[in-house]
C-alpha cells in the first residue's frame, strides 16, 4: 500500500469510527467502545508507519481538485513534511490513550456513546489540519474541532457551569475566526491558490503584497484557537467538561492547532517583522500572566489548564524567533506530559472526591492511595518544570537557546527585539511554572488531616495509560539531537548559558514555593489547634477531624460536575485553613490573578454589555416600531372592512335601489360631459 493511501485512512478511521459509533451507539451498545478504541488505535499505528517511511527526507506531495471555483481552485491534498508527520503520532497516541481512559473513567456515563464518537470526529478533524496541503481543507477540520470542542466541554449540560463555558469556548474562537478566515481569503488572492506549496513559493519569491495584514489577520485565529492572550479566557473555564476532552484539547489537538498552523506557514509570518514582534510580546503576556494565574488557582484542572497556555506561550515565543523546530519540539513533549498530567488529575479527582487542592491539603495519605497517579503525576510535573533530565527541560531549553540566538541578533527572520522579549519573559515563567508545578504536587501528595478515602485500586484502563505516557515524559529528550533533522536542520540541544539559566529559575521558584508551603502548614496546624482549644474552653462540642465534613467538598462538587459522577462519595475532611503557598508567593497579586486578572470583568463591561444593549434596543425597535406598523396595517384593513360591512344587508331591494341610483349618476354624468364637449 502507497504512503499516500496511508496517510489518506488516518484521518479517515477515526471518522468512520465516529459515524459507526452514532449510529449503532443505541442499537449496539457492545460496539461503542470497539468503535471507539480500535479506529483511532488503527489511526496512530497508520500515523507511526507514514512518519517512518517519510523519514525526516522529502515532503509527501499529492493534490486532486476538489471542485472548480471559477477562480481561486480548491485541492483535496497532502502536504506531509517531518513537522506533519511527527506531529500526527503524537495526535493517534494521545487520543487512544483518552478513549482507551475514558472507557474506565465514563464507564457509567449514560451518555459514553455519543462522547466516545465525539472524540473520534475529534481526533479526525486535527489529523485532517495536520495532513492537509490546502488551506480551505485544513479550515474545515478547524471548524469541526470548534463545534465537536462546544459538545465535549458540555458534555454536563445540565449545570450552568457546562453550558455556560461550552458556548464561552465556541463565540471566543468563533471571534478570532472571523479574522483568520479574512486573512486566507486575502493570502489566497495575493498567491492565486489556497495550496501551501504555492502560497510558500509565492513568498519565497516576495510575491505576497500585504504580509503585514495577513500575517495579523491569521494571528488573531491562532490566539482564539491556542488561547494566547487576549482570547485565552475560554480555556480555563473550559474544564467543565470531563478531564479526559481536557487531555485531548490540551495536549494534541485544538489549541496545538494554532501552534502547528503558524510553524506550517512560519514564511509568511516572517515576511512581516512587526507580525513577529505583535507575536513576540503576545507571547511574552501570555507566558508571564498564565504562570501567576497557577500559582493562584484552587481547582486542580485550572491550575493545569492555566500551564497549558503558558507552555503554548512558549510554542508562540519560539515561532516569533523563527524557530519552528523548537516549537513544534516542544509541542510533541509538552504533548505527553500535559495529558499525563491531565489524565492523572481525573485519577486524583476520581480517589480524593474533590478537585479543589485546599480540600485535597487536609487529607493525609492520598499519594498512598494512588500510587500509580502519584507516581507518574511527579514525573509529568518535573517534565512541566523543566527539571532535567526529563523531556520538558530539552523542548524548553530549546525555546530559550532560539530566543538566545534572535536576541544576540545572529537570526536573520527576527528582529532582536522579539528574541529579548521572548527570552525574558521565558526565563521568568520557568520560575513561575516550577512555583504553581511544586504548590500543586505538595498540596496534592503532602496534604495533612482526615485519612484520604480509600476506594481501592484504580482501574488498568486509567493506570496503564499514565504509565505508557510516562515513558516520552522521561525519554523524550534524548530525541534531541535526532529530531532536529525530521525538522529544519537546526540544533535542538541545550546550551550551557541558557541550561543554567533555566534549571536555576526553576530551582528558586521550587525551592521558594517549598519553604512558603512549610511556613504556611505550620500556620495552619496551629489556627486549626487554636480553633479546637477556643471551642472547647467555651463549652462548644468539637468535631472530630475524621467526621467533620468539609463546605470546601461540596462546593468543589457542585462547581465540578464531573465530581459526582466518577466518584465514589465525597470525602469528610476536617475544615480549617488550607496550607496554600501560592498566597504568600503572590502577595497583594493573589486575589487578582485567582480571577485571571479580571479579564473576564473587563472583557464584559467593553463587549458583552454593550452587545446586550444593542440587543435589547433591537428588540425594542422590534416590538415598539417595527410591529407597530404591522399591527396599523392589519388595524386599517379590519376598519376598513368594516366599513364595507356595513353595506352589505343581505336585503335585494337595496342592492337594486343602489345599482339604478348608480345608473342615474352615471347617465347625468355623462349628458353633463356630452354639453361640455358640444359647447366647446
Not at 68 to 86: E, H, K, W
Not at 161 to 184: C, E, M, N
Request: overall charge neutral; proline content about 5%.
Amino acid at each position: 500500500m502507497s504512503t499516500t493511501t496511508l496517510a489518506v485512512l488516518v484521518p479517515l478511521l477515526p471518522f468512520l469510527g465516529a459515524v459507526a459509533g452514532l449510529l449503532l451507539g443505541r442499537s449496539a451498545p457492545g460496539f461503542v467502545r470497539p468503535l471507539a478504541i480500535l479506529p483511532t488505535l488503527g489511526a496512530a499505528v497508520l500515523a507511526a508507519l507514514v512518519a517512518v517511511r517519510q523519514g525526516g527526507g522529502e515532503t509527501i506531495s499529492a493534490a486532486t481538485e476538489l471542485t472548480p471555483t471559477g477562480s481561486v481552485p480548491i485541492d483535496l491534498s497532502l502536504y506531509i513534511d517531518g513537522f506533519a508527520a511527527l506531529v500526527a503520532v503524537l495526535v493517534g497516541v494521545v487520543a487512544t490513550c483518552v478513549q482507551v481512559y475514558s472507557t474506565a473513567y465514563l464507564r457509567e456515563d449514560p451518555r459514553y456513546p455519543s462522547y466516545a464518537a465525539l472524540v473520534s470526529l475529534f481526533t479526525s478533524a486535527m489529523l485532517l489540519v495536520v495532513y492537509s496541503g490546502d488551506l480551505m481543507v485544513l479550515l474545515v477540520g478547524w471548524e469541526i474541532m470548534g463545534i465537536c470542542s462546544y459538545f465535549l466541554v458540555g458534555h454536563y449540560w445540565e449545570t450552568e457551569a457546562a453550558r455556560s463555558a461550552s458556548l464561552k469556548a465556541f463565540l471566543v474562537t468563533k471571534l478570532g475566526d472571523v479574522p483568520f478566515l479574512i486573512g486566507l481569503f486575502a493570502l489566497a488572492a495575493d498567491a492565486g491558490s489556497f495550496e501551501i506549496p504555492k502560497i510558500l513559493g509565492t513568498v519565497a519569491a516576495g510575491g505576497l503584497d500585504h504580509p503585514t495584514l495577513i500575517a495579523l489577520l491569521l494571528l488573531a485565529g491562532v490566539a482564539g484557537k491556542s488561547a494566547q492572550f487576549p482570547l485565552h479566557t475560554w480555556l480555563p473555564d473550559a474544564m467543565a467538561g470531563p478531564t479526559p476532552v481536557s487531555a485531548l484539547i490540551h495536549a494534541a489537538t485544538m489549541v496545538a492547532a494554532g501552534v502547528y498552523f503558524i510553524a506550517r506557514l512560519l514564511p509568511v509570518f516572517a515576511a512581516s517583522q512587526a507580525a513577529l514582534v505583535v507575536m513576540a510580546v503576545m507571547a511574552a503576556v501570555t507566558m508571564v500572566g498564565s504562570g501567576l494565574a497557577a500559582i493562584a488557582q484552587d481547582d486542580i484542572k485550572r491550575v493545569l489548564a492555566y500551564s497549558t497556555i503558558g507552555q503554548l506561550g512558549y510554542m508562540v515565543g519560539a515561532l516569533a524567533v523563527g524557530d519552528r523546530g523548537a516549537a513544534v519540539f516542544h509541542l510533541l513533549s509538552h504533548g505527553a506530559f500535559k495529558a499525563l498530567l491531565f489524565l492523572g488529575a481525573g485519577v486524583i479527582i476520581h480517589a480524593a472526591g474533590t478537585n479543589s487542592l485546599g480540600v485535597m491539603s487536609r487529607m493525609d495519605g492520598l499519594a498512598k492511595r494512588i500510587p500509580d497517579a502519584f507516581w507518574t503525576m511527579t514525573i509529568a510535573l518535573l517534565a512541566l518544570a523543566a527539571i532535567p533530565p526529563f523531556a520538558g527541560f530539552f523542548s524548553k531549553e530549546a525555546v530559550l537557546v532560539a530566543a538566545e540566538h534572535t536576541a544576540t541578533g545572529h537570526s536573520e527572520l527576527a528582529p532582536s527585539a522579539a528574541g529579548w522579549l521572548v527570552l525574558v519573559a521565558g526565563l521568568l515563567t520557568a520560575l513561575l511554572t516550577a512555583a504553581y508545578a511544586t504548590r500543586l504536587w505538595l498540596m496534592a501528595f503532602r496534604g495533612r488531616g482526615a485519612a484520604a478515602p480509600d476506594h481501592g485500586k484504580e482501574p488498568l484502563a486509567m493506570t496503564g495509560v499514565l504509565w505508557l505516557l510516562a515513558i516520552p515524559s522521561i525519554g523524550f529528550g534524548l530525541a534531541a539531537g535526532p529530531i532536529s533533522d525530521w525538522f529544519d536542520g537546526g540544533e535542538l540541544t541545550p546550551t550551557l548559558v541558557t541550561s543554567v539559566l533555566g534549571t536555576g529559575a526553576a530551582a528558586i521558584g521550587a525551592m521558594l514555593t517549598y519553604a512558603l508551603w512549610q511556613r504556611a502548614s505550620a500556620k495552619a496546624v496551629l489556627a486549626t489547634a487554636a480553633g479546637i482549644g477556643d471551642g472547647a474552653a467555651a463549652g462548644v462540642p468539637t468535631v472530630s477531624a475524621e467526621s467533620a465534613a468539609s463546605v470546601a467538598a461540596a462546593e468543589s462538587a457542585a462547581e465540578a460536575p464531573e465530581v459526582a459522577e466518577v466518584t465514589h462519595d465525597h470525602p469528610a475532611v476536617p475544615a480549617g485553613p488550607a496550607a496554600d503557598p501560592g498566597k504568600a508567593f503572590l502577595g497583594p497579586l493573589h486575589r487578582h490573578a485567582a480571577v485571571g486578572f479580571h479579564l473576564d470583568a473587563v472583557y464584559d463591561r467593553l463587549f458583552v454589555r454593550p452587545v446586550r444593549a444593542a440587543a435589547s434596543l433591537v428588540r425594542f425597535l422590534d416590538r415598539e416600531v417595527v410591529d407597530t406598523y404591522v399591527r396599523g396595517a392589519g388595524t386599517g384593513t379590519q376598519l376598513l372592512g368594516s366599513l364595507v360591512r356595513r353595506a352589505q344587508t343581505g336585503n335585494v331591494q337595496s342592492y337594486l335601489s343602489a345599482l339604478l341610483a348608480g345608473a342615474v349618476v352615471l347617465a347625468i354624468a355623462t349628458a353633463v360631459l356630452a354639453n361640455v364637449n358640444a359647447g366647446s
